[in-house]
């Protein structure tokens, strides 16, 4: 089995429809897909109407958090959607992402750079808007060269000129409230330090304590050495590994199926999970 944890679609920040994410996800050999837009579940409907025989939808959705002033990101899996206290809490994330990249429009603006909010809102289309679509309108003006080259100090980093901070969650609490929805947790590329700071290892431990179900180790942002040690790291805090693509469509290099997640902990995730089940493909549309 080829499995694949972490994709988005234009219901956040990917360039491919939830319906067009699918399909090339069975295109490519995968036999487990997860959607995981940011803060956002608002992808499901077209991609279990799409999804393709062969192929099994893994529901989900990246989840923005921020602990001692360090952004960091909560995969969550086959949590019940409609739960109230959680739905309310990605509700909050997502409103704050308007006024925020409307100030880095404006701080860009200050900068000399003329990038609009109508351009970066065209790029973001029917998605929840944030800082990949602001670093696609970089790219269109020709300040950089690609997406990722927006992601500095420079430009849009954590900390970085052009960097306005949103409402993020407490990844304890993130926890807490996935666990209440049924729902499964894997720390999203947790030593990507050329997005930003990193939390560090003692902070992941006290997650772990608190109830996270995993990490998220194969991943184009940690090379060898780092997948070695957070493999240990895993082994010592008896955490669940896993491997993603991290898949953007044209937004990113990443192909999908680049990393994949083992079969046993795709069936211990699935295992763990009580607030939604994975799809299979029935040959959607």
């Known amino acids: 089995m080829r499995i694949d944890l972490h994709c988005h679609s234009t219901a956040s920040d990917g360039t491919d429809t939830p319906a067009e994410l699918v399909r090339n996800a069975a295109a490519a050999g995968l036999d487990v897909v997860a959607l995981t837009d940011h803060d956002s579940t608002r992808g499901y409907a077209d991609a279990i109407a799409a999804l393709p025989h062969g192929l099994t939808l893994v529901t989900g ?5 921020r602990i001692d002033g360090i952004s960091m990101h909560m995969l969550a899996y086959l949590f019940d959607p409609d739960e109230p206290a959680l739905l309310a809490e990605r509700e909050l994330v997502r409103d704050d992402r308007v006024p925020r990249a409307r100030g880095m429009v404006a701080r860009l603006n200050e900068l000399g750079v003329p990038v609009t909010w109508e351009q970066v809102a065209r790029i973001a289309g029917d998605g929840s808007v944030g800082r990949p679509h602001v670093a696609t ?14 992601f500095s100090q420079d430009w849009l980093s954590d900390g970085g000129r052009a960097y306005v901070a949103k409402h993020e969650t407490d990844p304890f609490e993130a ?27 003692s902070v992941i ?9 995993g990490i998220e180790v194969d991943h184009m942002d940690h090379d060898d050495d780092t997948r070695a040690r957070l493999r240990g790291l895993a082994a010592d805090l008896g955490l669940l590994v896993t491997g993603s693509s991290d898949y953007h469509g044209s937004r990113k290099t990443c192909v999908l199926g680049e990393y994949t997640t083992d079969p046993e902990v795709y069936g211990e995730i699935t295992r763990r999970a009580t607030g939604a089940f994975p799809v299979p493909g029935t040959g959607g549309a």
């Open 61 to 65: 959705a990246e989840l923005s958090c």
């Open 137 to 150: 309108a970089l790219v269109e003006l020709g300040v950089v060269p690609t997406v990722s080259d927006a």
């Open 175 to 201: 926890i807490r409230l996935v666990k209440a929805a049924g729902g499964v947790t894997v720390f999203a590329h947790p030593a990507a330090s050329k997005r930003g700071r990193t939390v560090p290892e």
């Open 205 to 213: 431990a006290e997650l772990a304590a608190a109830g996270l179900d």
